[in-house]
């Protein structure tokens, strides 16, 4: 165990500490901003309703989905590709531990940034209009989303450098596009995983919630469950690549 | 005891019928050999598959067709095998935001080392008073020599040095070459794959030769250009009186030319013992004065030059 959070510490340490999260830390202030331009505009009874048709879906429609894909794919792509990847696995531990260490530290880095960007526009309409039960919500769902993703694009990120290119596709055409046309693909759509959490959390989630949501029944259990056995599934199939296949 | 020179005595790597290709490219070509304790040179042109070759043995790639053993153990399915093996690999593959001191240490605990062995061997490789810079501020030679440091902190039984050298100044290269001496003395298996020959023949007690992906030769740099029996040996023969030499020279067995130089003869021969037995009696034949006898190409960089010329 001290060699898989020896991994995740120094992981977590290399991926916030590149230059561009400063960016996606930028872009991470956009909720709080059209959370705090609405609130100079509206009443504060309507307030809690404009927060997840704006900022919630502002968080989870751009900044999680940059963030975790970002991270996710750099985290264990960027060490096959530069060449620093024998350091890890040439270890006496199985490929799962330094799979999985990696995937820790892509969500934790990932929650960090898009649980903070969510949390400040909560705390904003707690300011605004003194509405503070959003916060727990939104922590709980970047939670599950950012996981959802990181998942994905670590697979996804090892296996080619286009890969946040394929996740914009992925989220603007399929999960945006898609998905929000036909109820039943909804099923596969990772940021709505943690907006059924979040649905489940929140009692009299606006109509923009339910519309998003669509097939999807809400439940805060059934998310984590869902992401879970994601995760599992990309630490199985990563490994067993890692193990099968050429590591360099 | 075995007689074939690519085979090692008490192996502790065993490299069967190997081979590697990339879609088209054949890397690696049916290369059966051996390491074991000591030092083993792996030599090569760029492009002639030794880096491939240390991969196949770290497990970092698949063998496209054979086997390998390191310890006994298939290294691509016993993860338990990297307990007693490591490897500096040739590209900067050093983490650059973290300090010297932190990365030796990470690498100790990923070798589950004793906290301690970290400072050892940054001390042992000199890094003392850099190691609490970031890396990225290192020269060359510094992330070389953090790179070995990362490597011995697990103490491994098997280390595999790909270009170790690369990018040291001479008191570095001395002082690495010193540490690896050492280690192979304590009967622990080294394979450092060089194209910088002088430093390979310093070092090395065996030598494989690898040339577009086959094994060329193997054994120790006299063993192999012996082994020439197709390619002549020159040989310097330093004289007062060149011409006069020459002449003798060429009515000897074996001498198949004898150009004059500046400084003396260059002599080609198929036969150098004879071509030594007979010079003493010549010279004094001919009243001339022999200063220096010298087989140019025992060198490894004119073997080297010969097996890549060959092919």
Request: glycine fraction near 10%.
């Amino acid at each position: 165990m001290r060699a898989f959070f020896a991994m995740t510490r120094v992981s977590i340490g290399q991926l916030l500490g590149r230059r561009w999260v400063i960016l996606v830390g930028l872009v991470g202030l956009l909720p709080s901003i059209v959370m705090l331009a609405m609130s100079r505009t509206q009443g504060a009874g309507r307030l809690a309703a404009s927060f997840q048709e704006g900022p919630l879906m502002t968080l989870f429609t751009i900044v999680l989905p940059l963030t975790s894909a970002l991270l996710g794919s750099v985290a264990l792509g960027e060490e096959r590709r530069e060449g620093t990847l024998p350091f890890l696995v040439l270890r006496p531990r199985r490929r799962e531990i330094v799979v999985a260490a990696k995937l820790l530290a892509a969500w934790l880095s990932a929650w960090l940034i898009a649980g903070a960007s969510g949390v400040l526009a909560a705390i904003v309409l707690g300011l605004s209009a003194g509405i503070w039960q959003m916060v727990l919500p939104v922590i709980v769902a970047t939670g599950v989303s950012t996981l959802a993703y990181a998942a994905v694009f670590l697979l996804l990120g090892y296996a080619t450098r286009w890969a946040v290119l394929i996740g914009a596709g992925f989220l603007f055409f399929w999960e945006l596009g898609i998905a929000s046309a036909a109820d039943s693909l909804a099923n596969v759509s990772l940021f709505r995983i943690g907006l059924t959490a979040f649905a489940a959390m929140v009692h009299g989630s606006p109509g923009v919630i339910r519309d998003v949501l669509a097939s999807l029944t809400p439940g805060v259990w059934g998310a984590i469950a869902k992401v879970l056995v994601l995760s599992g599934c990309s630490v199985g199939a990563l490994s067993y690549v890692m193990r099968h296949r050429d590591l360099t | 005891m075995t007689t074939d020179p690519s085979l090692a005595a008490d192996a502790t790597i065993e490299i069967t019928s190997v081979s590697k290709w990339f879609g088209q490219k054949v890397a690696v070509s049916d290369v059966t050999c051996s390491f074991g304790p000591g030092i083993t040179g792996l030599l090569g042109p760029n492009g002639a598959g030794k880096t491939t070759l240390l991969r196949l043995i770290t497990g970092l790639l698949t063998p496209s067709d054979g086997t390998i053993r390191v310890l006994g153990e298939d290294p691509r399915r016993a993860p338990a095998v990297y307990d007693a093996m490591a490897l500096v690999p040739e590209e900067d593959a050093v983490y650059t935001g973290l300090t010297g001191r932190r990365f030796v240490e990470y690498a100790a605990v990923l070798a589950n080392a004793p906290a301690g062995r970290a400072a050892e061997e940054i001390a042992r490789v000199g890094l003392e008073d850099a190691q609490d810079r970031p890396i990225a501020g290192y020269s060359k030679g510094m992330r070389q020599r953090v790179k070995v440091a990362a490597a011995l902190v697990g103490r491994p039984r098997v280390l595999v040095l790909d270009e170790p050298l690369n990018g040291t100044d001479p008191v570095q290269r001395a002082g690495l070459i010193a540490t690896f001496r050492e280690m192979a003395d304590r009967g622990h298996t080294l394979v450092v794959s060089s194209h910088v020959l002088a430093e390979v023949e310093r070092m090395a007690d065996r030598v494989l030769a690898i040339v577009d992906g086959k094994l060329a030769a193997a054994g120790d740099v006299a063993a192999i250009r012996a082994a020439m029996h197709d390619i002549p040996y020159r040989v310097k023969i330093g004289t007062d009186v060149s011409r006069r030499l020459a002449a003798g020279l060429m009515a000897l067995d074996g001498v198949i030319s004898a150009a004059v130089r500046d400084t003396g003869l260059l002599v080609e021969t198929n036969d150098l013992p004879g071509l030594g037995t007979a010079l003493p009696r010549l010279a004094r034949e001919l009243d001339a004065r022999v200063i220096q006898f010298e087989p140019e190409d025992e060198s490894l960089e004119s073997v080297f030059r010969y097996l890549v010329r060959r092919r």
